[in-house]
């Protein structure tokens, strides 16, 4: 049964009332020093607060009493990660699974702090608890694909990838990483099918346009790629990489140097020290004078 206080509690908090939420646990708390739930909850609120060390020793509280209460434990691996005290923080989230193992959400705070800190072999732990728990949790297939796709696995990432898609036809990151696997197995055409499914449900997502103008640029269609550059940019004008593609389709596949040199001019203007926006103007401006006639050619002729 939940506690009387429960409801009173979620709504200050669905209606954004920490300062409310932290007079009523304190209030629970000043009456009964015992009650656990609220004690935990009342970190939860520090923490929100921002008030980090108050909220870890409210946590160490409630496990000196508790050792092996999963919620303490989540959240005494929170305040830590925040403090960026890594080992103790997967040291808590690791017994807060072991407490409560068909916790999904324990699993995935774990695995997430993993693939940050680059433990790939470690974290792909953390998706199979969930995928046994869950097979259909395209979360889980997303992040192993995500790490799967870090280490050069492609073919694995590919199948996880496309089992999130699966699971969640919607997911905008598993398609923009299946596009990239793809074009590292030098599968351009199952990419750009891939680019446009995807589309069709996130149209107004510049990573994706500049994702297919990439894509047709490695198929030989400059146009297209083109196009899809100036899609991208209509809808984001401030990624540097959108302008330097721009400007390399320009150059290289439609000898526009002009407009190419707009291009990496516009990309440098809003990054001066984006080096492949550096070196392309450089190359670029290098190749347009050897092209362009000498004085006494353009005088006399010849």
């Keep these: ?10 709504d200050l908090l669905y209606n954004g009332d920490l300062d409310g939420a932290y007079n009523l646990l304190d209030s629970i ?104 728990l869950n097979a259909r949790d395209a979360e889980a297939w997303y992040n192993k694909g995500y790490a799967k796709m870090l280490v050069q696995k492609y073919d694995d990432a590919e199948k996880c990838l496309k089992n999130a898609i699966k699971f969640k036809s919607d997911m905008k990151e598993a398609h923009n990483d299946l596009v990239m696997v793809l ?26 346009h500049r994702n297919k103008g990439n894509i047709l640029y490695a198929l030989d269609k400059p146009e297209e790629a083109l196009e899809a550059f100036e899609k991208a940019l209509d809808l984001n004008p401030y990624v540097v990489d959108t302008w330097v593609n721009k400007g390399t389709v320009l150059w290289k596949a439609m000898g526009e140097r002009e407009k190419a040199l707009a291009a990496f001019d516009k990309a440098l203007e809003i990054n001066p020290n984006f080096m492949a926006a550096v070196d392309s103007r450089i190359n670029l401006e290098a190749e347009i004078k050897a092209n362009r006639p000498s004085f006494f050619k353009r005088l006399f002729g010849g």
């Design 1 to 10: 049964m939940a506690a009387k206080w429960q409801k009173t509690l979620d």
């Design 29 to 132: 708390l000043r009456d009964n020093s015992g009650d656990i739930p609220a004690r935990v909850a009342f970190g939860r609120v520090q923490y929100e607060l921002g008030d980090p060390d108050n909220a870890r020793s409210t946590f160490e509280t409630v496990l000196k009493k508790s050792p092996n209460h999963a919620e303490a434990l989540k959240g005494k691996a929170e305040v830590s990660e925040l403090l960026g005290d890594y080992e103790e923080a997967i040291r808590s989230y690791h017994m807060a699974t072991q407490s409560k193992p068909k916790d999904i959400d324990g699993w995935k705070s774990l695995g997430i702090l993993l693939t940050k800190l680059k433990k790939f072999g470690k974290a792909d732990k953390c998706w199979n608890a969930i995928l046994r």
């Design 183 to 208: 074009r590292k197995k030098d599968d351009n055409k199952a990419a750009l099918k891939v680019c446009n499914h995807a589309l069709k449900s996130h149209k107004n997502d510049d990573t994706l």
